[in-house]
């Protein structure tokens, strides 16, 4: 389905049980011919929480010059098959006494997704600011958001669009503190970015988790 121009999601209902945490990935191979250089495997985030027990993947589709693996993906009809395995990853809400900053570039946002609905599911309404960056208005998943943004007290959406940008100032009421931890999701660039940024205000390195999409758009 589509969720934004050039953003889709797909819905899989897995053959076997799969038990994940929010914020992990699966490995995905999708067999198609005229498959190009850039083969047929992938890694995808799972968007879905673990109570909707679908596994959903959500990315974006470059507007010309994308991999035939994407077009392979977006041709996909009900009923048909892709072989995966995992979940893997420790990009994962840890817990604890912690305030909890995550940083979301574009389709970066996919495993706050999973994160914030399974937090509201299960009843735990912990300190959260979310730093959600696009170079539009057009956030994916922006009505999820909003409604968390309604249902948990201690959870906040911050907006950055286009040249309003995530600035050192931004971070500054969570220096200092040992209990903050600074989540970072989205495309390596802006992932190691906002890393270095961090180290640059001495924040320490097991205080800073990321997690970087590999062939953005591709």
């Known amino acids: 389905m589509q969720e934004l121009e050039g953003v889709y999601s797909f819905v899989f209902q897995p053959d076997e049980k799969i038990i994940w945490t929010p914020g992990q990935y699966m490995h995905y191979t999708l067999e198609h011919p005229q498959t190009d250089t ?11 929480a673990p109570y909707e027990k679908n596994i959903m993947i959500t990315t974006r589709m470059a507007a ?21 395995n995992g979940p893997k990853g420790q990009f ?13 570039g574009g389709i970066g946002v996919t495993p706050y997704r999973s994160m ?60 200092g503190k040992t209990n903050s931890l600074f989540y970072i999701s989205g495309p390596k660039a802006m992932v190691e970015t906002y890393q270095r940024l961090l180290e640059s205000l001495k924040v320490a390195e097991e205080q800073i988790l990321t997690d970087y999409f590999p062939g953005y758009g591709a």
């Open 116 to 175: 914030m609905l399974q937090l509201n599911r299960d009843g735990k309404n912990l300190p959260i600011d979310l730093f959600y960056a696009n170079r539009n208005e057009e956030l994916v998943f922006s009505k999820v958001f909003s409604e968390l943004e309604s249902d948990l007290s201690n959870f906040t959406l911050k907006r950055f669009v286009g040249d309003n940008r995530i600035e050192k100032s931004d971070f500054v009421p969570y220096l």
């Open 92 to 104: 994962i809400i840890k817990e604890g006494d912690y305030n909890h900053i995550l940083i979301a």
């Open 38 to 48: 850039r083969g047929n495997e992938r890694w995808f985030t799972i968007s879905t």
């Open 64 to 84: 010309k010059g994308g991999s035939s693996f994407k077009d392979a993906l977006l041709n996909l009809q009900i009923g048909d098959e892709i072989d995966s």
